[in-house]
């Protein structure tokens, strides 16, 4: 049998020491992005990775005979056909159950609360004005202390516990809405619905997975629900969010404010961010707060999560050769 062979897309980005651990390991095919894939080069492939807004599923796979692994090194697999992989013997590899590795990666919860405190101290807005030769605080006035006001987790897993956990060192109140998670954190208090648990919230902070389930989740009528004055942030799916609600809660006063990194339809190809009505709102209004996405943007995390996938599928793939 011969050297094992992956599929790389260059729009992954991969860290140079990590596409270097790979090519010590493999015989690397580099393409641009799916949209260049070709049967000759699928036929030939033992390892692939699955970039978000492609989806992997049964038709590329019929087209991979050699196929054993798929890599992502994401939490969630919406873009994968888990279920048809199992099916064939391909071995998923993502970060979803990697549940003690993930304890040691924080930057997206970090970012939370950096968007936190930028929108409700309105730091971005603050800086522009003395660029422009404005010295002058009273504009800038937060509503209250944080230690004043409640903080609502919609989800409670990982990264909804470690945000939570900040809270509580900011003197705030945590409360967290999640069906799926038994027991309660020490120093949080359960409430049973998303709709208690927005009414009760000064923050809401969005920390559940995109699937069906939860698609637009936060719809007209749970926005509808929220504090007078209340704010939103969102780290974790577009998907999650009725945009034209949330921008109409937005221009009404009904949120004072929102922090998003992420919109719904980013991993479709061709995403224009410049024609999003969000953005356009974002441009001539100060309480809407827009980062692209780079909540677990950090280099360390980049290089730490590239490598887990790559090494348990080289591991898999090894064992499996040698069986």
């Not at 599923?57 to 939490?75: F, W």
């Not at 409430?191 to 698609?215: C, F, I, R, W």
């Not at 404010?257 to 001539?284: C, I, N, R, T, W």
């Amino acid at each position: 049998m011969g050297p094992l062979t992956a599929l790389y897309y260059r729009i992954l980005q991969y860290q140079p020491e990590n596409l270097k651990f790979l090519h010590e390991h493999f015989r690397v095919i580099e393409i641009a992005n799916p949209d260049a894939d070709r049967e000759e080069i699928l036929a030939a492939v033992d390892l692939g990775f699955a970039p978000l807004g492609y989806y992997f599923g049964r038709a590329k796979m019929e087209l991979c005979p050699r196929l054993r692994a798929i890599a992502t090194n994401t939490t969630g697999v919406p873009h994968i056909d888990v279920k048809e992989a199992a099916a064939r013997n391909i071995k998923v590899f993502s970060l979803e159950k990697e549940v003690e590795f993930l304890g040691t990666i924080t930057p997206t919860a970090e970012h939370t609360w950096g968007l936190l405190l930028a929108l409700m101290r309105r730091s971005p807005w603050a800086h522009a004005a003395v660029l422009q030769g404005q010295w002058n605080r009273r504009p800038f006035g937060a509503p209250r202390m944080l230690s004043r006001m409640t903080l609502g987790l919609i989800g409670c897993g990982r990264l909804g516990r470690m945000v939570g956990r900040y809270g509580l060192a900011f003197g705030m109140k945590v409360a967290f809405f999640d069906p799926y998670v038994e027991g309660c954190p020490p120093g949080f208090e359960s409430l049973g619905t998303a709709e208690q648990l927005v009414a009760a919230s000064d923050v809401v902070s969005l920390h559940a997975p995109a699937n069906e389930s939860t698609y637009k989740m936060l719809n007209r009528d749970l926005l509808e629900k929220f504090k007078v004055g209340s704010y939103l942030v969102n780290t974790a799916r577009g998907e999650l969010v009725d945009e034209v609600a949330l921008l109409e809660m937005l221009q009404t006063g009904r949120l004072a404010g929102a922090a998003l990194d992420v919109l719904d339809g980013e991993f479709v190809p061709g995403f224009q961010v410049s024609s999003h009505p969000l953005v356009a709102y974002a441009k001539a209004h100060d309480n809407l707060l827009l980062t692209p996405h780079i909540g677990g943007s950090t280099i360390d995390a980049w290089r730490e999560t590239e490598r887990r996938v790559i090494e348990l599928a080289y591991a898999y793939l090894c064992e499996e050769k040698c069986s």
